[in-house]
Structures are given as C-alpha cells and as structure tokens.
C-alpha cells in the first residue's frame, strides 16, 4: 500500500477532504489508495503539496499495521 492513505490519516483528512484539497476526483483517490490505479506525476505533487510530502515519499509502500497506527494516534 502507498504511503498516502498513511499521511491522509495523520493529518485527519477524509479521502472527501484530500480530493477537494488535491482537486483530484475522490473516486482516483479511492482507487490510488486501493491500488488499483497508479497516480500520474501531476497527481503526486498534488497529493505531496497537500499531505506536506515528497512524491517519491508517497511511493513508498508500507504495510496495513502501519496504516492502524495512524488511525490510533
């Protein structure tokens, strides 16, 4: 899984919120965080200039308890 549905939650954004935010469609940022779609470039910097990260940081990929972490913070 990538990292954006990770930073997403940090910040206590819903997908609603990060899509309005990005100006990206909630349905991409449901299937970017599902993987079943890949982000463009121009998707990546504006999810990176929202979530306050690179785009190759929101590459990295990391596990489900990772994402349960965040949630508890």
């Not at 999810?47 to 913070?73: N, Y």
Request: hydrophobic share 40%; charged share 25%.
């Amino acid at each position: 899984m990538l990292r954006i549905k990770f930073h997403r939650i940090a910040l206590g954004l819903s997908q609603r919120d990060l899509a309005r935010l990005a100006r990206i469609q909630q349905s991409i940022i449901s299937q970017i965080e599902s993987g079943r779609i890949v982000p463009t470039a121009e998707e990546l910097d504006k999810l990176g200039h929202v979530l306050r990260c690179t785009p190759a940081r929101l590459l990295d990929r990391l596990d489900d308890t990772s994402i349960t972490a965040a949630q508890e913070a």
